[in-house]
Each structure stands twice: as structure tokens, then as C-alpha cells.
């Protein structure tokens, strides 16, 4: 979505018109939910996606619309079996498609993505507001956690507050108030730079993870063999907290060269309100790491929270295929918190 909001942001400083169309309600089995964009720019070209098919073909040809009469409106798509073929998709549900326009040189737009794309590098929990009334969009805003709103709106952020989820959410009334989540606070802190860690981070980083790379070997711990990272830590793995603070929405993927640097470093994490800790390795390895673990006073209810062999069982060999092992274990992790929020 990084990438999204800074194409919007250059094409309307260059004082181009475009519009945005966004997922603002789904239901049922559906290609793409809740806060799927696709921009289309006024060349014809787009960016993103809203699923594909018939819905993001019908979705441009009304972006188009929208374009042309520089307005703003919304369309359900029926998805149901009973209606599905007439729009030629093979899965059922139900999705609204919100079309906002955005003119050249809007200079509040221009604040609105640059201040959005910046969000990414930060890694706050944030969210994008949109309040709409009958007559369309009245006022869009970003609320960060700790900051509050960011932009004088207008919009009352008490009514907001209810609606701050780790999924989009779709409040309808007078006023109807759409608030999706932009950005997550929480690192993945990869410890061990190795041949899986090298497959691992641009997986992560291109799902949307903020990945840094911690090493306690100058060779290993050197950014270009880490483009994709946000950072590449050179620290001691007996003594993280030099470097990092390791929070709770933090993930620690451990995968170092051996089992004493395990051990070292889920005695710390342990310690740690960390979202999630991971260990590669075997169970015989794990189990004799436990054990030392337990000799030192970790208590063996904190045992539960290590995943370990790390990454869903999908038959993983190369080091390729466990960095996508890995990966789609931190994305039900993830799936897993925002249900519950």
C-alpha cells in the first residue's frame, strides 16, 4: 500500500486527476475484502487491485465515470450464486465499491498520501478515516495511535475510537464513517543472517512486514545482502538489549548458526512481551534447549509460547521453501490478531 499512496501523491502534485476505488464492505466468498484499493490515474492506467475479474473490469469502467463527472458515489456488486454468473465470476458474496475523486493539485490530498506513505517507514499503528454523508465524501483523515488526529477534518474522534480494528471497518448511519488500518507498529527481528534468513526477509517485507535483521558476524549482518530490511543490526546475541527493544507487537524469528545462541537469545525474548517467538530447528534441538531453559527459571508455561519447529508443516526442505513456511506462519499469527481486535 506504500507504493499506492505515493504514486496518488505524485500524480496529483504533477496535477493530475485520478480516482480511488476502494472495497469499503465484502461479505461471503469474494476475491479481494475490506480495504482493497486500485487507483485508476487520468492516462487510463491503474495501480493495485480490487480483486480482479469481472468486478475490478466493471470497477474501471465506472472509475472512468467518475473520472470524466468528477464526483464520487458507490456500487454494490451481487456476487450470490444465483446472480453470479451474470458477472462472470464463480465465487459467492457480496462486495461495495467506493469511487472517490481526487482533482490535480488538491493540496490537502497531496498532505494526506504523503503523510500516509511516511507512516510505513515509522511503523505506527495508524488508520485512514473517511467520513461520508449523503452528499459523498465530507472529510478524509489519518489517526495515529498516540497522536490522535492528524489533520483538522473535522471529523469527531469519538466516534472513531470504537472503530480503530486491525481490519476495516464500515459504520453506516446519518453519517457513515469508514476506518481502515494503514500501518502496524511491530518489527519481525530476524536473528541469524544465514541462507534461509536471505530467503526469508524480502518474502516478509513483501507481505508487509517491517523485517530487520539482527547478526553477531560483520559478513552476515551487511545490508546488501538484506536490500529488502529495514535494517541490519551488528550486536551481540548475548545481549540484544543493547541494541533493540523488542515490544509487544514485535516478532522474533530465531535461526542462528547454533544452540547456544538459541539458548541466549530466548532467555531474553522470553523475558520480553514479544508477539511472537520462532525457533528453526529440530525437536530433539528444542527439547534440549527447553530443558537448560527450565534449569534457569524460565517457567515452563512460557515454553508454550515458542513455535517451534518454526513455519506450517508443507513438506519445506530447501531454504527457499522454509522461508515460505515461515512466512505463512506469520501471516496466521497476524490473521490471528486481527480477529481478536
Known amino acids: 500500500m506504500e507504493s499506492l499512496f505515493i504514486k496518488m501523491r505524485d500524480a496529483i502534485s504533477r496535477g ?30 491503474t495501480a493495485g487491485t480490487v480483486g480482479g475479474g469481472a468486478v475490478e473490469y466493471e470497477s474501471i469502467k465506472l472509475a472512468k465515470k467518475a473520472l470524466k463527472e468528477r464526483r464520487e458515489f458507490t456500487q454494490g456488486f451481487n456476487l450470490s450464486h444465483n446472480q453470479t454468473a451474470d458477472i462472470g465470476m464463480i465465487c459467492g458474496g457480496s462486495v461495495v465499491v ?19 506513505a511516511k507512516l510505513f517507514s515509522r511503523r505506527a499503528n495508524a488508520w485512514l478515516i473517511t467520513r461520508i454523508d449523503t ?54 527481528y530476524v536473528f541469524g543472517g544465514g ?19 539482527f547478526e553477531d558476524r560483520e559478513k552476515f549482518a551487511d545490508k546488501t545482502l538484506f536490500p529488502t530490511a529495514a535494517d541490519t543490526i551488528l550486536g551481540d546475541f548475548t545481549d540484544i538489549g543493547a541494541k533493540i527493544n523488542v515490544t509487544e ?39 534440549s534447549t527447553n530443558k537448560r531453559l527450565i534449569d534457569m527459571g524460565i517457567p515452563e508455561s512460557e515454553l508454550a509460547r515458542i513455535h517451534t519447529p518454526i513455519g506450517l508443516e508443507i513438506g519445506a526442505e530447501t531454504p527457499a521453501e522454509i522461508a515460505i513456511s515461515i512466512a505463512a506462519e506469520l501471516i496466521a499469527h497476524r490473521a490471528s490478531i486481527t480477529e481478536e481486535k
Not at 480516482?19 to 492506467?45: E, H, N, Q, Y
Not at 520462532?278 to 528444542?286: D, M
Open 249 to 287: 507487537n514485535d516478532y522474533c524469528v530465531i535461526m542462528t548458526r547454533g544452540h547456544q545462541n538459541d539458548f541466549e537469545l530466548l532467555s531474553q525474548v522470553l523475558r520480553t512481551k514479544a508477539s511472537y517467538i520462532g525457533v528453526i530447528g529440530s525437536r530433539h534441538k528444542i527439547a
Open 195 to 213: 541462507h534461509v534468513s536471505q530467503e526469508l526477509v524480502p518474502v516478509l517485507s513483501h507481505i508487509g512486514f517491517c523485517v530487520m535483521v
Open 16 to 45: 493530475e486527476d485520478m480516482v480511488l476505488c476502494s472495497i469499503i464492505a465484502s461479505s461471503g466468498s469474494t476475491p479481494r475484502g475490506s480495504g482493497a484499493k486500485m487507483v485508476l490515474f487520468a492516462d487510463g492506467t
Open 98 to 116: 467506493y469511487f472517490r475523486f481526487f482533482a490535480g493539485n488538491d493540496a490537502k490530498a497531496i498532505a494526506l498520501f504523503d503523510y500516509a
Open 135 to 188: 452528499g459523498g465524501v465530507v472529510a478524509m483523515d489519518i489517526y495515529t495511535e498516540g497522536e490522535g488526529m492528524v489533520f483538522n477534518s473535522g471529523i469527531d474522534e469519538s466516534a472513531i475510537l470504537p472503530l480503530l480494528k486491525y481490519r476495516a471497518m464500515l459504520k453506516q448511519g446519518d453519517t457513515t464513517y469508514y476506518v481502515e488500518p494503514i500501518t502496524r507498529a511491530g518489527i519481525v
